[in-house]
Nanobody, 125 residues
Framework: QVQLVESGGGLVQAGGSLKLTCVASGSTSSIVAMDWYRQAPGYKRELVAA???????TYADSAKGRFTISRDRAKNTVYLQMNDLKPEDTAVYFC???????????????????WGQGTQVTVSS
């Protein structure tokens, strides 16, 4: 089990910046990647950025050049620095951790998804 707590959301004007923080607790030794997703009203949840245990990063096209994901292993924390925010970045941002394990029942690989409660980011024009 992994628990995730996000913080750092808020209201900002277009062109402004915010830094989101997600702290993981529980079975953190099983974490191999940490992601940020977002969901705007009426839209599906989408991946914004991801970082692996080897610090390899992946970004959605909409985030490239503006957002930076980073992590502090010692603190089990992942950050999302968001610069040059736009009104279309308005959404609830969720921290996500996939945990890969072997099923005790049949020995097959299993992926468990853990989500934070979300933090609202609102960008005004």
């Amino acid at each position: 089990q992994v628990q995730l707590v996000e913080s750092g959301g808020g209201l900002v004007q277009a062109g402004g910046s915010l830094k989101l923080t997600c702290v993981a607790s529980g079975s953190t030794s099983s974490i191999v990647a940490m992601d940020w997703y977002r969901q705007a009203p009426g839209y599906k949840r989408e991946l914004v950025a991801a970082i692996t245990i080897g610090d390899k990063t992946t970004y959605a096209d909409s985030a490239k050049g503006r957002f930076t994901i980073s992590r502090d292993r010692a603190k089990n924390t992942v950050y999302l620095q968001m610069n040059d925010l736009k009104p279309e970045d308005t959404a609830v941002y969720f921290c996500h951790v996939p945990i890969f394990r072997t099923s005790a029942e049949d020995g097959r690989p299993v992926k468990d998804d853990y989500w934070g409660q979300g933090t609202q980011v609102t960008v005004s024009s």
